[in-house]
């Protein structure tokens, strides 16, 4: 069955630029291919949107299988053109992300941070794992919560998925990510 729909229904996304558009209070994004248990498709911009629920003012993202955004390449590039700064972490396998500056792969939670009440926030995030401070020891997925609206999910994958390093072939898997709105007094 195919249903077409009008630009102007309630059930057409709002939001311009959204390639993907999810509704409801919580759910999973994934990029593409993930569910492949391959590499993430390499050359891709693109944004998944959220419908902001009544009452729901921020949206927290968390780890729902598995985060592995450009592991070894980013911190190859990085290590050759000093892109990753910050808390010492630079040139070290899996700990660009967040605070640093992630530049061939990375997604991005607009005002990201651990909280509503956090003023620090960071938009970018890469690496082994999502976490504010861009790696922990021992590795943790932290929530992320951002409270701009529209709620959205920017995804940039460079132009080789694996930039054409061995160790990246099967580490570049891509993302699984939960969504759930949080209540407030926007």
């Not at 248990?37 to 003012?57: Q, S």
């Not at 509503?116 to 926030?121: A, F, K, Q």
């Not at 990510?177 to 407030?184: E, I, S």
Request: aromatic share 10%; proline share 3%.
């Amino acid at each position: 069955k195919v249903t077409q729909l009008s630009c102007d229904s309630d059930d057409v996304a709002s939001t311009a630029g959204c390639f993907q558009y999810f509704t409801g209070l919580t759910g999973v994004v994934e990029s593409y291919n993930f569910a492949g248990n391959n590499n993430h498709l390499a050359a891709t911009n693109y944004k998944a949107c959220i419908r902001p629920e009544a009452g729901y003012c921020c949206i927290a993202w968390s780890v729902e299988e598995s985060f592995n955004v450009d592991l070894a390449g980013e911190t190859t590039a990085n290590l050759a053109t000093n892109v990753c700064t910050g808390a010492g972490l630079q040139g070290v396998v899996g700990h660009c992300a967040t605070a640093m500056t992630c530049s061939l792969d990375y997604v991005v939670i607009p005002g990201g941070s651990t909280g509503p009440t956090d003023t620090t926030t960071f938009d970018r995030y890469c690496g082994q794992n999502l976490h504010y401070d861009g790696f922990s020891t021992p590795a943790a997925n932290v929530p992320i919560v951002s409270c701009k609206c529209p709620f959205e999910l920017g995804v940039f994958f460079s132009k080789t998925s694996n930039n054409g390093i061995v160790a990246d072939i099967h580490a570049d898997r891509g993302f699984s990510l939960r969504y759930t709105q949080v209540a407030g007094s926007c």
